[in-house]
């Protein structure tokens, strides 16, 4: 495609960085220069298509996220350059608990679903500071609209996150985005779950659940977090029939009541008479079993320990295998219910001990059962603290509790082995870069404790697309589900076939499912969402399975995991055949950057400071799975990125400056070295000097080990080799010829050109505002849609490096003689290799030479300088 900027426009007489991001961002967005073609990609089958990873649009971007979608984009760009038709869309991720508390947060509002929906509503603040507030001080307001703030501000917010991805050259093709709460998404959601139920990997059960009391939500396995919080344990007896006591230690006293048994391991020798028999519960009174079980701990405590309806999850791991009743006693609310599952079992003083807990928090409860285990005489000594981890939702802020309630799942393979096999032989399918973050996956695969909870308590996400026959007594009896064509619904707005909105709610009628989707359940297929799955068939058929899933290491389990699983489950197939793993970010003390430690950077100002390019630069001198440090105060690699970007300019604008007309149309002979794929003018001039060739040689190395680099992921090899080569070429090769291209000689001039040329599309994916600049002023088109380089060369003859290495050695002798690097040299003597006596002209003119007398040795040395005198 032919630039809008012609090359005619000339070099600017003083090229500067600032102003490129703006100025291309919307040229490359004109001329389409990232659009996907498909009828090329069905001419060629040559498609690179990318799984692109929707930031959670609640809030801002930070630095790590432009720390991992640069790494993205340099495998997109590089693809590009290779030929390629990349399918490379973007999406955002928009549905969830962080949107709702965001805006909960922003407008001052919450969601009461009993209100009913008011037009035009004006939330009662807008700009809050999306930190936590008191519910109390919120509005109460209809789901509706609920949702459509939520709609409003991600609208808002996926439109400077777009602007910001633009400021940094993301080679997205803009035109291929889709939210995840939008209607295609939807549509793609509720119909793989609606084949999830046909085929039996969903389902609905009473289950315990792990559940944030703030955010009235049951979490999964995947959302959890460990926490070290402080504790205490508290020495407790139980009561034998002969009269006896046993001794437990806890850190959950408040939880006797839902008590269910003492567990104790099989093979501990203290307690294997007792295995069998009962002992009854201090206060409440209830008998309950004692039982063995392996994952009791003999040196924790005492070594037995109540099982509990549900103190953690290992109690739910107790209950499950051992089959133990169920008397849970806390209300999603996180307080004591009123009644008590098992109070039929409470003694008469059990009764009323757990009348002065119904409806306290469990902090509370705790006090008062303390309180009454000491006046029972069965606190032995004053309890003793400890610390041990807590699990959170990863976005909450209070330890999570564990609840019985209905909630859907899709099977993963924690109860399936041949279906944990096919996960396990997928993970291997897929080429993690590097290789070593597959054992994260692995991990967790084989970790797995219980199935994949997705049903979530919420407002704004994918409704579960089904209703409920009422019977003749109101009750939920089957499942109704929609067709496929008419996705995608809600069920708490329309009406399941065969029935009428009056019939809602009513014996005899419907009842809609009121739940949601876990975000995750939506996020796991962005493969199909925005490969058009069903929709297009064509097209997911070109795309599918993709080429890369580029993403962070801490959504190994989540979004990679979840991506597979679901994968499997529909398509039989890996969703991708490459895995990009990210490091973390990290301050300068090393600690990962998070929200929740307050130490994230974002990156509109560094931006602002450093240039696009300087940010992409540091970017990609992280290999993949690699932490970065980055300090704020002192950000290093992007000073020295821009110091590069800076440098293309300057000596794209030096080399461009030599004589070129009389280049063209000169060809030069079979052998010599040689651009391949687009061949410049240039490139068909006879390079005939040996140090021109042998500069070319060494650069036909760099292609090879650049190539090799993004072709296996790793980029900070290619960037490390391409850079090296650079500086040497304008600190050294610049300066050992620029006299031989002020002259007009042809050879140092398309040797000069040609090397530029190559560079340039080396530097592209890291740096793309400087290099389309630059590649701009001498070439139609865009550098990021020109063929990658292939340099044709003998093998280097080390020429450069030695003459390097000789000018250096007469840099160094000028300066010990404390003269100026202009100052002229009236006879000289070299001691180095032979191979020096090729580029004895060249260094004689750069070190201002008139005699250079050259001895044969294995060091390169200056044997003796004999400067002119300095005349003022």
């Given at each position: 495609?032919?630039?809008?900027?012609?090359?005619?426009?000339?070099?600017?007489?003083?090229?500067?960085?600032?102003?490129?991001?703006?100025?291309?961002?919307?040229?490359?967005?004109?001329?389409?220069?990232?659009?996907?073609?498909?009828?090329?990609?069905?001419?060629?089958?040559?498609?690179?298509?990318?799984?692109?990873?929707?930031?959670?649009?609640?809030?801002?971007?930070?630095?790590?996220?432009?720390?991992?979608?640069?790494?993205?984009?340099?495998?997109?760009?590089?693809?590009?350059?290779?030929?390629?038709?990349?399918?490379?869309?973007?999406?955002?991720?928009?549905?969830?608990?962080?949107?709702?508390?965001?805006?909960?947060?922003?407008?001052?509002?919450?969601?009461?679903?009993?209100?009913?929906?008011?037009?035009?509503?004006?939330?009662?603040?807008?700009?809050?500071?999306?930190?936590?507030?008191?519910?109390?001080?919120?509005?109460?307001?209809?789901?509706?609209?609920?949702?459509?703030?939520?709609?409003?501000?991600?609208?808002?917010?996926?439109?400077?996150?777009?602007?910001?991805?633009?400021?940094?050259?993301?080679?997205?093709?803009?035109?291929?985005?889709?939210?995840?709460?939008?209607?295609?998404?939807?549509?793609?959601?509720?119909?793989?779950?609606?084949?999830?139920l046909a085929r039996g990997e969903a389902y609905q059960a009473e289950a315990p659940t792990l559940w944030d009391i703030t955010f009235r939500?049951?979490?999964?396995?995947?959302?959890?977090?460990?926490?070290?919080?402080?504790?205490?344990?508290?020495?407790?007896?139980?009561?034998?029939?002969?009269?006896?006591?046993?001794?437990?230690?806890?850190?959950?006293?408040?939880?006797?009541?839902?008590?269910?048994?003492?567990?104790?391991?099989?093979?501990?020798?203290?307690?294997?008479?007792?295995?069998?028999?009962?002992?009854?519960?201090?206060?409440?009174?209830?008998?309950?079993?004692?039982?063995?079980?392996?994952?009791?701990?003999?040196?924790?405590?005492?070594?037995?320990?109540?099982?509990?309806?549900?103190?953690?999850?290992?109690?739910?791991?107790?209950?499950?295998?051992?089959?133990?009743?169920?008397?849970?006693?806390?209300?999603?609310?996180?307080?004591?219910?009123?009644?008590?599952?098992?109070?039929?079992?409470?003694?008469?003083?059990?009764?009323?001990?757990?009348?002065?807990?119904?409806?306290?928090?469990?902090?509370?409860?705790?006090?008062?059962?303390?309180?009454?285990?000491?006046?029972?005489?069965?606190?032995?000594?004053?309890?003793?603290?400890?610390?041990?981890?807590?699990?959170?939702?990863?976005?909450?802020?209070?330890?999570?509790?564990?609840?019985?309630?209905?909630?859907?799942?899709?099977?993963?393979?924690?109860?399936?082995?041949?279906?944990?096999?096919?996960?396990?032989?997928?993970?291997?399918?897929?080429?993690?870069?590097?290789?070593?973050?597959?054992?994260?996956?692995?991990?967790?695969?084989?970790?797995?404790?219980?199935?994949?909870?997705?049903?979530?308590?919420?407002?704004?996400?994918?409704?579960?697309?089904?209703?409920?026959?009422?019977?003749?007594?109101?009750?939920?009896?089957?499942?109704?589900?929609?067709?496929?064509?008419?996705?995608?619904?809600?069920?708490?707005?329309?009406?399941?076939?065969?029935?009428?909105?009056?019939?809602?709610?009513?014996?005899?009628?419907?009842?809609?499912?009121?739940?949601?989707?876990?975000?995750?359940?939506?996020?796991?297929?962005?493969?199909?969402?925005?490969?058009?799955?069903?929709?297009?068939?064509?097209?997911?058929?070109?795309?599918?399975?993709?080429?890369?899933?580029?993403?962070?290491?801490?959504?190994?389990?989540?979004?990679?995991?979840?991506?597979?699983?679901?994968?499997?489950?529909?398509?039989?197939?890996?969703?991708?055949?490459?895995?990009?793993?990210?490091?973390?970010?990290?301050?300068?003390?090393?600690?990962?950057?998070?929200?929740?430690?307050?130490?994230?950077?974002?990156?509109?100002?560094?931006?602002?400071?450093?240039?696009?390019?300087?940010?992409?630069?540091?970017?990609?001198?992280?290999?993949?799975?690699?932490?970065?440090?980055?300090?704020?105060?002192?950000?290093?690699?992007?000073?020295?990125?821009?110091?590069?970007?800076?440098?293309?300019?300057?000596?794209?604008?030096?080399?461009?400056?030599?004589?070129?007309?009389?280049?063209?149309?000169?060809?030069?002979?079979?052998?010599?070295?040689?651009?391949?794929?687009?061949?410049?003018?240039?490139?068909?001039?006879?390079?005939?000097?040996?140090?021109?060739?042998?500069?070319?040689?060494?650069?036909?190395?760099?292609?090879?080990?650049?190539?090799?680099?993004?072709?296996?992921?790793?980029?900070?090899?290619?960037?490390?080799?391409?850079?090296?080569?650079?500086?040497?070429?304008?600190?050294?090769?610049?300066?050992?010829?620029?006299?031989?291209?002020?002259?007009?000689?042809?050879?140092?001039?398309?040797?000069?050109?040609?090397?530029?040329?190559?560079?340039?599309?080396?530097?592209?994916?890291?740096?793309?505002?400087?290099?389309?600049?630059?590649?701009?002023?001498?070439?139609?088109?865009?550098?990021?849609?020109?063929?990658?380089?292939?340099?044709?060369?003998?093998?280097?003859?080390?020429?450069?490096?030695?003459?390097?290495?000789?000018?250096?050695?007469?840099?160094?002798?000028?300066?010990?003689?404390?003269?100026?690097?202009?100052t002229e040299v009236l006879t000289a003597t070299l001691a180095g290799p032979a191979i020096l006596a090729d580029a004895v002209d060249d260094?004689?003119?750069?070190?201002?030479?008139?005699?250079?007398?050259?001895?044969?040795?294995?060091?390169?040395?200056?044997?003796?300088?004999?400067?002119?005198?300095?005349?003022?």
């Amino acid at each position: 495609m032919t630039s809008a900027i012609p090359a005619e426009s000339g070099i600017p007489e003083k090229p500067a960085l600032e102003g490129l991001e703006p100025k291309w961002a919307d040229h490359w967005e004109q001329a389409g220069t990232y659009r996907f073609h498909r009828a090329a990609a069905l001419a060629a089958g040559r498609v690179f298509s990318i799984d692109t990873p929707p930031p959670t649009a609640s809030g801002s971007l930070h630095i790590g996220h432009v720390f991992s979608y640069t790494h993205m984009d340099l495998a997109a760009r590089f693809q590009r350059m290779r030929g390629k038709q990349i399918f490379y869309p973007m999406g955002w991720d928009d549905n969830g608990l962080p949107t709702e508390r965001r805006v909960q947060n922003y407008y001052g509002v919450r969601c009461d679903p009993t209100l009913p929906y008011v037009e035009g509503y004006v939330p009662p603040m807008e700009g809050g500071d999306n930190s936590s507030s008191k519910a109390a001080d919120q509005v109460p307001i209809s789901r509706r609209n609920f949702i459509e703030l939520c709609e409003r501000l991600t609208i808002e917010d996926e439109k400077q996150f777009e602007d910001l991805w633009r400021a940094m050259g993301l080679s997205v093709d803009w035109s291929l985005t889709y939210r995840t709460i939008g209607a295609e998404a939807q549509i793609v959601a509720q119909r793989a779950f609606l084949r999830n139920l046909a085929r039996g990997e969903a389902y609905q059960a009473e289950a315990p659940t792990l559940w944030d009391i703030t955010f009235r939500t049951a979490v999964a396995q995947a959302e959890l977090e460990d926490k070290e919080q402080p504790a205490a344990y508290h020495a407790v007896t139980f009561h034998q029939p002969d009269g006896g006591r046993i001794e437990i230690a806890t850190t959950r006293p408040e939880l006797l009541p839902a008590c269910v048994a003492l567990v104790a391991h099989p093979d501990d020798e203290r307690y294997q008479h007792l295995f069998g028999t009962t002992v009854t519960t201090p206060i409440f009174g209830v008998e309950v079993p004692i039982v063995a079980h392996r994952l009791a701990q003999k040196d924790k405590g005492t070594g037995i320990a109540m099982i509990c309806t549900f103190g953690d999850v290992t109690d739910v791991v107790w209950w499950r295998e051992l089959d133990l009743p169920n008397r849970t006693v806390l209300g999603r609310d996180g307080r004591f219910l009123e009644e008590a599952p098992a109070s039929d079992l409470f003694s008469g003083a059990g009764r009323a001990a757990y009348a002065e807990l119904a409806g306290k928090t469990v902090f509370s409860a705790k006090a008062r059962v303390v309180e009454l285990l000491r006046e029972s005489g069965d606190l032995i000594g004053d309890p003793k603290p400890t610390t041990h981890a807590v699990k959170f939702f990863e976005k909450g802020d209070k330890p999570l509790e564990i609840v019985s309630t209905r909630q859907w799942y899709i099977t993963n393979g924690a109860r399936d082995e041949k279906l944990r096999e096919r996960l396990l032989d997928a993970g291997r399918a897929i080429a993690f870069h590097p290789d070593f973050m597959r054992v994260r996956y692995e991990n967790w695969v084989g970790g797995l404790t219980g199935d994949w909870l997705i049903s979530r308590q919420r407002f704004f996400g994918v409704p579960i697309p089904v209703w409920y026959h009422l019977d003749a007594d109101g009750e939920r009896g089957r499942v109704i589900v929609p067709a496929e064509e008419t996705l995608p619904v809600d069920p708490s707005t329309d009406v399941p076939p065969g029935f009428t909105e009056a019939q809602r709610g009513v014996p005899g009628g419907f009842e809609g499912d009121l739940d949601i989707m876990d975000t995750w359940a939506t996020s796991s297929l962005t493969p199909q969402i925005a490969g058009g799955w069903e929709s297009d068939p064509e097209l997911f058929a070109l795309v599918f399975p993709y080429s890369l899933r580029s993403q962070g290491q801490d959504i190994i389990r989540t979004w990679l995991f979840s991506t597979v699983l679901r994968a499997q489950l529909e398509h039989g197939s890996i969703p991708w055949t490459n895995a990009g793993i990210s490091g973390f970010i990290v301050d300068p003390d090393r600690k990962k950057m998070s929200k929740s430690k307050g130490n994230v950077v974002t990156p509109g100002a560094i931006l602002d400071e450093h240039g696009a390019d300087a940010v992409r630069y540091w970017a990609a001198s992280s290999r993949l799975g690699t932490d970065a440090a980055f300090d704020p105060q002192n950000p290093k690699q992007m000073k020295i990125g821009r110091r590069l970007a800076i440098k293309v300019l300057n000596a794209a604008k030096f080399v461009y400056g030599f004589d070129a007309s009389t280049l063209v149309g000169r060809v030069g002979p079979e052998g010599r070295a040689t651009l391949g794929d687009r061949v410049a003018p240039e490139a068909r001039v006879e390079i005939t000097n040996p140090l021109d060739l042998d500069m070319l040689a060494e650069l036909a190395e760099v292609v090879r080990i650049a190539t090799k680099g993004y072709e296996e992921y790793d980029h900070a090899r290619a960037l490390e080799a391409t850079e090296q080569f650079f500086w040497t070429f304008c600190d050294d090769y610049l300066e050992l010829v620029k006299e031989r291209a002020y002259s007009g000689d042809a050879s140092s001039v398309a040797a000069l050109r040609l090397a530029l040329d190559i560079m340039l599309r080396l530097f592209a994916p890291v740096i793309p505002f400087a290099t389309e600049e630059v590649w701009s002023w001498t070439h139609d088109g865009s550098v990021h849609t020109a063929a990658w380089p292939t340099l044709e060369a003998e093998a280097p003859r080390g020429l450069l490096p030695a003459v390097s290495a000789a000018l250096i050695g007469i840099r160094r002798a000028k300066t010990e003689a404390q003269a100026s690097q202009k100052t002229e040299v009236l006879t000289a003597t070299l001691a180095g290799p032979a191979i020096l006596a090729d580029a004895v002209d060249d260094l004689k003119a750069v070190g201002r030479i008139a005699q250079l007398d050259l001895v044969e040795a294995d060091e390169i040395e200056v044997r003796s300088i004999e400067l002119a005198e300095v005349t003022s």
